[in-house]
């Protein structure tokens, strides 16, 4: 029995074309700035994304905190909403490597407004305050279960953040679901934020890779942050090579996941015990709520010896499925048709 893995767009491997890409890819040493593949990547983001300069890590989470890094400091303060991946799930970084700490606001879905932003600024420059540096957005929103900001939304939070005189962090691990689904140009993206992270490694099936684009100065700080971190890696243009290839194919057939996940969640929600909403199922990512005896857990073991990976996911009785180029519109029924066998022996 094939399995059908379902816990994450990170597990995709490689494909056939991807893998001729990175066996053919000329390298050099990138901490000498002389990889010329990692070099045409970082130029083709920030073009993308209409910034002077972009820079390459082996991580989302890397991306996130050097931008993070080179935002904020000791005694400094991030906005964000309660369930950013930057919060929950980057092992503490923002204060662990930065000595900054997150001030939280309540987003729907993730996503907040202005108000909300406006209603935990700090006035004035009392000794008590931490210095608020930033505020941190996330599109697509993963524990808001892939929702995706409406454009006027953003440029409402961006406007009010640098009115307030602090930056915006765009974390865009899966912001190209977001583009595809809602048609606004990456470039419109790039104008609202100062740093925007990308990952190639999500929905865009690279085995590695992210980026952050800035400006010039902000991406050579960030180049002393990444090295810190031991992320100064050197033939790095393997990996930059499928990065290329995965911005070249698979971009646009990320609707493809996004309909795979809308039809799932109308089969999973037929099942006892579990339910989701399919209008809420904007893009790959599908939130299951469980009712079944043993709860979240006990379903997650169950599918597994069914042939579906899946994961528990936050502190109540969910599941997350999660859609992706390795999962073909064919395996969707019977991912469904498992997690039902699963949902009814227990
Ligand atoms: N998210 C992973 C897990 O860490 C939860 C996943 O399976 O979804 N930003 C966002 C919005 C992310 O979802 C992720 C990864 C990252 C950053 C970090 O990327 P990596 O895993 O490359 O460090």
Not at 136 to 162: D, F
Not at 217 to 245: D, H, I, P, S, T
Not at 260 to 276: F, K
Not at 320 to 344: F, G, K, N, W
């Amino acid at each position: 029995m094939d399995l059908i893995d379902l816990r994450s767009d990170t597990v995709t491997r490689p494909g056939p074309g991807m893998r001729k890409a990175m066996h053919d890819a000329e390298v050099g040493d990138d901490v000498f700035g002389d990889d010329p593949t990692i070099n045409q990547l970082q130029e083709r983001v920030a073009a993308l994304f209409g910034k002077e300069a972009a820079i390459w890590t082996p991580t989302g989470t890397m991306a996130n905190q050097i931008a993070i890094g080179s935002l904020a400091g000791q005694g400094e303060e991030i906005i964000c909403d309660r369930g950013a991946h930057i919060v929950n799930y980057e092992g503490g970084a923002i204060s662990a490597l930065w000595g900054a700490q997150s001030l939280v606001v309540d987003g729907e879905r993730g996503i907040f407004g202005p108000e909300d932003v406006r209603a935990v600024l700090r006035r004035g420059d009392n000794e008590h305050f931490p210095r608020q540096r930033a505020v941190a957005l996330e599109n697509t929103h993963n524990r808001g279960g892939g929702s995706v900001w409406p454009i006027a939304q953003m440029r409402k939070v961006a406007a009010l953040a640098h009115e307030a005189g602090l930056a915006v962090h765009l974390d865009g691990a899966r912001l190209w679901n977001a583009h595809v689904v809602s048609g606004v140009p990456l470039l419109e993206y790039g104008a609202l934020a100062d740093t925007v992270s990308v990952c190639l490694s999500k929905g865009l099936g690279a085995p590695a890779g992210s980026l952050v684009a800035s400006t010039r100065e902000r991406v050579m700080r960030m180049r002393r942050l990444r090295k810190r971190l031991g992320g100064g890696l050197r033939q790095a243009g393997v990996l930059a090579a499928a990065g290329l290839y995965a911005l070249d194919h698979h971009i646009e057939r990320l609707a493809e996941d996004h309909q795979n996940a809308r039809r799932l969640a109308e089969l999973v929600r037929e099942i006892p015990g579990l339910s989701c909403e399919p209008r809420l199922v904007e893009t790959n990512l599908l939130f299951v709520d469980v009712a079944v005896k043993g709860g979240s857990r006990a379903l997650v073991a169950a599918a597994r010896s069914e042939g579906v990976l899946c994961n528990a996911e936050g502190a109540g009785e969910r599941i997350r499925l999660v859609t992706h180029l390795d999962v073909p519109a064919s395996a969707i029924p019977e991912a469904a048709q498992r997690l039902r066998q699963a949902a009814t022996a227990l």
